[in-house]
């Protein structure tokens, strides 16, 4: 069975950084979409960015280009999202996510489409 674990959430001013992490486990292939989603009360759930395991270029949701970098330590099973120049809009529970596919491109939508899903991390980004 799958499992992903996220951290790294907290408050934070606007302008600041945060790193989120995604410790994964239980997986029985080798190739997968890895994705960061985020939803915000009263919201649907978004599409921030996503990867390959086999390599390609990641790809970012609209709201977030430029400011967010998602990446993977193959070695410790953990997808990373770094967040900079965060904005009060930002603000929301952000999930990791996979789904099992033997090529990229790997895009971050539809969020239906991924299988497994972490619990969720809370970023708060205060104006």
């Known amino acids: 069975q799958v499992q992903l674990v996220e951290s790294g959430g907290g408050s934070v001013q606007a302008g600041g950084s945060l790193r989120l992490s995604c410790v994964a486990s239980g997986y029985s292939y080798s190739r997968y979409c890895m994705g960061w989603f985020r939803q915000a009360p009263g919201k649907e759930r978004e599409g921030v960015a996503a990867l390959h395991t086999g390599g390609g270029s990641p790809i970012y949701g609209d709201s977030v280009k430029g400011r967010f970098t998602i990446s993977r330590d193959n070695s410790k099973n953990t997808l990373y999202l770094q967040m900079n120049s965060l904005k009060p809009e930002d603000t929301a529970m952000y999930y990791c996510?996979?789904?099992?596919?033997?090529?990229?491109?790997?895009?971050?939508?539809?969020?239906?489409?991924?299988?497994?899903w972490g619990q969720g991390t809370q970023v708060t980004v205060s104006s």
């Open positions: 996510a996979t789904k099992k596919q033997a090529w990229p491109p790997c895009p971050p939508w539809p969020a239906q489409d991924y299988n497994y």
